[in-house]
């Protein structure tokens, strides 16, 4: 099996949609990384009872993010998607954050998705789409989740569906560039 973090995304600029790898389905604690070096996905952390994924959670392929890792995303789907599942997705959105450790903060944006085959979120094109309150959740999710890490999480803004197809393309041309 060849690295899934090389396989081509296939982004569409106009309608938004590339290629996704699930990481972690939705409801699930354990926390799932994929390792380029055996293929497989390893168990990285397990949340405490009572705190779980929001929504399936992975990245996009031959992208390479600020941290050094791939391009997060966020994927809404009308049911738990599997780990180490390829999903077709649309950009709907960015949740552009800052993460601090030890003092250092960087960029760790979140890419928020919709799978392509969906009934339920077939209609959300934009953040703006989804309640406030749920937008809010998500955002609470990834500052609780990185404070169990000693870690700091801030939300700076959310962006549209052009901003994550520009942080797409930014973070393949550095992938690239990596390569």
Not at 44 to 73: E, N, Q, R, W
Not at 172 to 177: I, L, Q
Request: glycine share 8%; charged share 30%; hydrophobic share 40%.
């Amino acid at each position: 099996m060849g690295d899934l973090t090389r396989l081509s995304h296939k982004l569409d600029e106009k309608t938004g949609v590339c290629r996704a790898i699930i990481e972690t389905p939705k409801g699930r604690r354990s926390k799932f990384d994929y390792d380029p070096h055996t293929g497989l996905f390893k168990l990285k952390a397990v949340l405490p009872d009572g705190m779980s994924f929001p929504l399936d959670y992975g990245f996009i392929p031959s992208t390479l993010a600020d941290d050094g890792d791939p391009a997060d995303v966020m994927v809404l789907m009308d049911e738990p998607a599997c780990v180490g599942a390829l999903i077709d997705v649309r950009l709907i959105g960015v949740v552009e954050a800052e993460e601090t450790e030890h003092g250092r903060s960087e960029r760790n944006d979140r890419l928020l998705a919709v799978a392509s085959f969906s009934h339920i979120y077939a209609d959300v094109r934009a953040p703006e789409d989804l309640p406030r309150t749920f937008l809010a959740h998500l955002g609470d999710f990834w500052m609780n989740k990185e404070r169990l890490e000693g870690k700091e999480f801030k939300v700076l803004r959310l962006g549209d569906a052009s901003d994550a197809v520009r942080l797409v393309k930014k973070s393949s041309k550095a992938a690239k560039a990596q390569a």
